[in-house]
Structure formats: C-alpha cells, structure tokens
C-alpha cells in the first residue's frame, strides 16, 4: 500500500499570498488530520475530516481552512500568509481517527517571506 | 501546566545504554500514541497503547491509565535510535478527539 503523500514537499510565498496544501491518504483510510510544527511551539493540530465532514477544529485563525474530498483526499488553506505561518505542516490519515494508528506524510515546508 | 509533560526533554546516551522516556498526562484518555521523528521531519507511529505493555523489537511501551503515566524504554541503544520522541494523547474518548502532543524528547545516541 502506498504511504500517505503531501505536496508540495517545500513551498516559499510572500507575506499576503495564500497557499494551498494537498495530502493523499492511504487507500481506505476515512480520517485525515493535519498539524503545524514550528520550533517553539511544537505539533499543534489544526484540524481533522472524516468522510468530507470537520470533526474537529484546533485553535488556529480563521486563515486555515480545509476540506476533504469524496475519495479522502483532504487539502488545506491558509489565506493572507503570516511570517508566523512559517512551519512544516503535516497531515496523517487513520481509518477511523484519533484512537488509531496514524500513519504521517512527510510534511510541507512552508517559509513566508 | 502542559496536558502532556514529558521528561527528560534532552537525552544523550552512550550506544548499548538502556533508554527510558516518560510522559504524563493530566486529562484522561482511553489511549496514548508514541511518535518518533527524524531529522527531516518524517513522523512515524511506534506504539498505541491503552493499557500493559507493547514491544516491538527494542522498544518497550508501558502505560499506567491510573496513574495517567506511560514509559518508552528503548533496549541496547544505537545511533539509529537518534530522534525525537514525541507522545500524543487524544482529548476525547471517541475516534473525534484531536491528538494533544508532548514537547518531545530530542534523543543522541553516541557510538
């Protein structure tokens, strides 16, 4: 079975600009969850969707949206970049949440100039 | 105070040492995952484990539900072991809890 993918790997914007992050989950895998990870705050959950429907939200701005697809395929939005918004962003799947085994991407890097 | 605590947050060990991180936790869960990371950034599950003891290898994951308290002992320690070890716990008893992390215990082990 194929891993979970994020795209793109590296990404560099400008202050202002928006950005549009996708992951693939594994096959079968209904539950998709997405992270930032910055130095000094650590992993911090952003939010999670189960079959195309937010089941939970984490204390970010209104900037970070996301959505998943029909197929699980989940993408994520931050509008009006930040130079705090610089970070890896990871998202994992699991079959079911977050009383499972979550199986990580490998993350975007995302630096706002 | 953090949800979950972890200790030490800095580990170097010499290869071959016996390892032990501990993480603990004030809200209850029904389940704790264990993370490790590489430099690099990729995350991978070791454990998830809601009560007793897993092992895989030479990792030992022990968790006390009581005692809101779980240890991640590794084995005959080697420099492929260097990483950072992160616990997670979820914030509600339902698949529809977000995980709460851990600062992490960043760990080097010498040959």
């Known amino acids: 079975k194929a891993g979970v993918t994020q795209t793109p790997r590296y990404l560099i914007k400008t202050r202002g600009q928006q950005v549009t992050l996708s992951c693939s989950p594994i096959s079968g895998h209904r539950s998709v969850s997405w992270y930032q990870q910055t130095p000094g705050q650590g992993l911090q959950f952003l939010f999670e969707?189960?079959?195309?429907?937010?089941?939970n939200k984490g204390n970010f701005p209104g900037r970070f949206s996301g959505r998943q697809f029909s197929n699980s395929r989940s993408e994520m939005n931050v509008s009006t970049l930040e130079l705090g918004d610089s970070a890896l962003y990871l998202c994992a799947s699991s079959l079911g949440g977050s009383l499972e085994t979550q199986y990580f991407g490998p993350g975007t890097r995302l630096l706002v100039l | 105070k953090n949800e979950v605590e972890q200790s030490p947050q800095n580990l170097t060990a010499q290869e071959g040492e016996f390892i032990t991180i501990n993480c603990s936790y004030s809200?209850?869960?029904?389940?704790l995952h264990w993370l490790q990371q590489h430099p690099g950034g990729g995350i991978v599950s070791l454990f998830m484990?809601?009560?007793g003891k897993k092992k895989h290898g030479r990792l030992i994951a022990t968790i006390n539900i009581q005692e809101k308290h779980s240890s991640l002992h590794i084995t005959a320690s080697h420099p492929r072991d260097s990483a950072v070890y992160i616990c997670a716990v979820p914030s509600a008893y339902n698949q529809g809890g977000k995980l709460i992390f851990g600062q992490g215990t960043e760990l080097s082990v010498k040959p």
């Open positions: 809200v209850g869960i029904s389940a």
């Open positions: 484990l809601s009560s």
């Open positions: 969707y189960f079959s195309e429907t937010q089941r």
